[in-house]
């Protein structure tokens, strides 16, 4: 493990979670977390940039969309204390790459086992869409979040088609060369980057996919397996 990775990570995390670049999402955030949703009323909402969260030596990296306005944006932590994080917590419990299958605050006692989970925007946007200047203006913290993992980074999971047109892009200029044409997103797409970083698409864990069946928890688990073996990472197999 790189010695400044752990304390380069933290002090990356914290600035992240002071940024206010993009007016409409620093409005937004902040909204959200002052008028609240009913049956969080008498929590106190973050309101702030989502930082990611995992190990700061980790070789499994996932890459979803932006915080959930009551989910990220209310407990301050990726994937926490919503239904899409419920299922993508479980899943990664399943194959033995996560303590525990629930997430519901930032002092549930989650590890994770050498995955970490990120976004390619860290604000809670208005109907889950970020605008492209808005992704833009995001983009630097999630290059500069790479090159600190990069000394152990060895696979990348992407949920959904923005994430992967995000991170393209990103695992570019953080050293990763990605081939031309582009490739395609799609559940189950597979690339290997220049330097043998292992990039996996798989749908995003929103509840528009998990209450239609689009994405199952089995297709889910499938990807985490195989990326978890691609990084090296011990893991459960398929019983
Ligand atoms: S989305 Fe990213 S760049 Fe924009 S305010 Fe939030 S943390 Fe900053």
Redesign the pocket.
Known sequence: MDIDGPAGLTALDER?AG????PR??AWREEVARTKRAGFADRDYWGR?VPGFGPADARLLIVGL?PAAHGGNRTGRMFTGDRSGDVLYAALHEVGLASQAGAVSVDDGLELYGVRVTSP???APPANR?TPE?RD??RP?LVSELELLRPTLRAVVVLGAFGWQATLPVLDAAGWSVPRPRPVFGHGARVTLGGGLRLFGCFHVSQRNTFTGRLTPAMLRDVLRDAAGAAGLPHQRQQ
């Open positions: 992240i940024c206010r670049r993009c999402l620093v940039p932006a925007v860290h604000c970020p808005e203006a995001c913290w």
